[in-house]
């Protein structure tokens, strides 16, 4: 019997934002920017990055979680990739055909992984397959050292699309 994975999760906000979450729930968010598509995003096992976001607010709180990987398309796992492919080639001719500009990919926006995951996860819904948390790494910030692979803000991101992969959630307030 397989196992399904958790995850602890981070997320840095306002605490008149978490205590609208206690009262409304979790709200999905759907801007273009959001690379790993619509979701809740957490950054995984890294309260500090979270701490960085949070400190954006009057008044920073983190919010941490238990998230169910069930269900997920686990980008650290290259199974995905080749889907992810086929997804782009079909986004690129569908432009193609209507005579559109692709999304353009900026450092900060990343719209095209958007586009591409979202089509994919649509795809997989329509063959049965409910995706309900996206994870990936992403590569951030300055070279650590000249010429080095590690950067200062490295990250895993999971975008929670069902809410019900959240086992339970707690906040910490900044000092």
């Not at 602890?8 to 968010?29: A, D, M, V």
């Not at 980008?75 to 986004?91: C, K, P, Q, S, T």
């Not at 910030?141 to 950067?151: H, I, M």
């Amino acid at each position: 019997m397989k196992r399904a994975l958790s995850a602890i999760g981070f997320h840095g906000t306002s605490k008149s934002n978490y205590e609208g979450i206690k009262r409304q729930g979790f709200l999905l968010s759907d801007n273009s920017y959001d690379w790993l598509g619509v979701g809740f995003y957490f950054f995984q096992d890294a309260p500090n990055r979270a701490k960085e976001w949070a400190k954006r607010h009057e008044d920073p709180i983190i919010i941490g979680a238990e998230i169910s990987l069930d269900h997920c398309m686990d980008l650290l796992d290259n199974v995905w990739y080749e889907l992810l492919h086929r997804v782009f080639i079909a986004y690129e001719g569908a432009c193609r055909k209507k005579n559109i500009p692709m999304a353009i990919q900026t450092p900060g926006n990343h719209r095209r992984d958007k586009i591409v995951i979202d089509m994919a996860v649509r795809a997989l819904a329509e063959r049965g397959f409910s995706v309900k948390t996206v994870r990936s790494v992403f590569k951030e910030g300055p070279e650590c050292f000249q010429n080095s692979a590690l950067t200062t803000q490295n990250h895993v991101q999971i975008a929670v699309r069902d809410i019900s992969t959240i086992v339970d959630f707690w906040s910490e307030e900044l000092n």
